[in-house]
């Protein structure tokens, strides 16, 4: 089969992120032939509507580039006031634009997170679904992947045993949505 560059947008920047470690951890139960890139938004300037005339700056064409080679992304995003961070936000606006030459559209997404909080990041998918689905990004559906923190989710860089079999069971869904979608 074709191989897959997988971007994957964690977010949060946060240094001991919990999403990032979640994310990273993931990516090992991805099949061989499908490659995963972690895409860097730390870096980004706020977005503003006067610089669409303009070169972008490096860290945007970056991430423009890296999102339009992409085959499909998954967003791990954390949780922010039943949100979603103001970053991912951020990076999400950037390579949106200019009106038209959004980086986005049609590329097949699936979104997980990972809080404190009981609900574990619901709020805040289903706000990042709603702007999904505005940038033409077909979304996983089903499995779900809502996660409270809790010891043992991540054990050594790998998804805990108590959780792989729910984790992996995500990440075969959404390969073969993307494979669906690149043909
Ligand atoms: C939070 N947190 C949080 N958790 C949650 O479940 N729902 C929420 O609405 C919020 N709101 C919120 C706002 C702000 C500004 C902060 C800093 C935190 C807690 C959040 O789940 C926790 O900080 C996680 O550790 C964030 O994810 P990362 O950074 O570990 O990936």
Do not use: C
């Not at 945007?60 to 103001?86: C, K, M, Q």
């Amino acid at each position: 089969m074709k191989p897959l560059n997988i971007a994957v947008v964690v977010g949060s920047i946060r240094k001991d992120s919990y999403n990032r470690q979640f994310a990273q951890a993931l990516v090992k139960l991805l099949p061989a032939d499908v490659q995963a890139h972690f895409i860097r938004i730390d870096d980004l300037p706020l977005y503003n509507q006067d610089s669409d005339g303009a070169p972008p700056v490096p860290a945007v064409a970056r991430l423009r580039d890296e999102v339009a080679a992409a085959d499909g992304v998954l967003f791990v995003t954390a949780e922010y006031n039943r949100s979603i961070p103001g970053v991912l936000k951020n990076a999400i606006d950037q390579a949106s634009r200019p009106w038209g030459q959004s980086k986005w559209a049609g590329k097949p997404a699936a979104v997980a997170g990972v809080s404190i909080g009981a609900i574990g990041t619901a709020v805040a998918q289903a706000h990042l679904r709603s702007v999904l689905g505005f940038l033409a990004m077909p979304e996983l559906g089903q499995p779900e992947m809502y996660l409270t923190w809790k010891e043992g989710l991540v054990v050594d860089g790998e998804i805990g045993p108590a959780s792989r079999e729910h984790v992996q069971k995500f990440v075969d869904a959404f390969v073969g949505w993307v494979r669906q979608h690149v043909g």
